[in-house]
Structure formats: C-alpha cells, structure tokens
C-alpha cells in the first residue's frame, strides 16, 4: 500500500545535518481533551469536562455546544445552543440549561469560541449516559520515518477546518512555545489521517507533537491546543 503523507510545512534546518544514528521509542504518553455528563434533570444537563493541563477555559474562551441528536451539527450551529465554560481551571464541570426530554443529546467541547474547535463530545441518548466519549487523540504510527496519527470527531473535517500539528525537540506545553521543529496540515478532509514527518530524530531524546484546532499562523501561542503526544527516543 504506497505511503499517506501530510503536508508539510516547515522544518528545522539544522536536522539535515545531523547523522543517521538509529532511534528507538523509549516511552510515550498522550494527553487529550475529554468530557462526560456527569448527570441531568428535565432542565439541565451537567458536564464534567478535562482540558489540557495549564489551559485557562474561561480565558481562552473554550465554550460547550449542545444539540439534539448525537451527531454534532457542524453546519448548524444555531440549531443548538453554546455556554462558556464557566471556570478558569483546566478541569471540572459546568452546567448547562435545557428542556432535557426522551431523545438523544450530544454535548461538544471547543478550545475555541467556534463550533469547528470541538475536540471532544459525549452523548445523552434516550435519557440514559454513554460512556466512552470520542476526542481527538495522537499516536505513533512509525517511528523511522516519524508517522503520526491522528482522529478527529466524527464528521469533521480537519483540513477545512484549519487544523494543524507542530513538532517539538523536547518536553513543551502548547501555551507559550518556541516555534516548531516543524509543522504540518492534516492530509485531507478525513476525520483520521497519517502525517509524515521528516525531522531526523537524535536517540535519547524527547519530542512533543501538539494537535491545534486553529490559528496555524500563531505557533508559539496558540490556545486551541486539542491533543499533546510526548515521546522519547532510547
């Protein structure tokens, strides 16, 4: 099966000079953006939801949408209704009003004030919860050469959308970062997808990979940060 390759857009220069010492994943670790319902009346529905770490929701203007149906309405925001998320802590819950009756509810978190930064989403259907709640998630599909996958919600389309994904050398959180080693798009309008990075990667070292919903013009300070992937190379 020939090679999914993402765009690329930019690279360290330097990575061309360095040598073709052989790399081996070490450890890795993933943080996501996730949320649950954690209960509801006939008028609210209250949603326990869990950020990055060091996001400030209220501030960086994060908000939960809600519709019926347990497809997120991408095309008809209007249809339902949205709240800021009402606390400045990267993790907790909120509640949300409504006329709550017998049908199927879905709730979206967005790292942005846009329907197209919801990054996660759980599901109210027919007065019962649904566990499991979709995000969007990162994973290593090879390590030499560096292919990253990645999964967006269901009926989103990430390259529309402005999405895009940074690479780091070293540990870094996506609130104030240097610019990348490199970056690039997703590869099409799928809501999952390979990228290829081409960034030579230095045994015994750390990298992070960072999903951002938006603003791919602002690498450094970019607060619709949806998935973080460290790993380290042995």
Known sequence: ??????????????????????????????????????????HTIVVGYKSLPGNRPQTNGNRLWLWE????????????????????????????????SRKDYIVGYSVT?????????????AGKLMLAPPSVTLSIETLTPLIISYATLRGYRPLTAGNWLGLWRGDTVPWNTPPPTEWCLPEDDANEGLVHLVTQLRPKSTYTVIYFMADKQNQTQNTSAAAVLRFDTS
């Not at 197209?116 to 759980?122: K, L, Q």
Request: charged share 20%; proline share 5%.
């Open 1 to 42: 099966m020939p090679e999914r390759r993402g765009n690329r857009g930019g690279r360290d220069p330097d990575d061309s000079c360095l040598g073709s010492s052989a790399v081996a994943l070490a450890a890795t670790e993933v943080e996501i953006v996730s949320i649950k319902i954690l209960e509801f009346t006939a």
């Open 69 to 100: 149906g347990t497809v997120i309405d991408w095309t008809h925001p209007d249809q339902g209704i949205n709240d800021p998320v009402c606390l400045n802590e990267s993790k907790g819950s909120c509640s949300m009003s409504y006329e709550i």
């Open 113 to 125: 004030s846009d329907v197209m930064g919801i990054c996660a989403s759980a599901v109210l259907t």
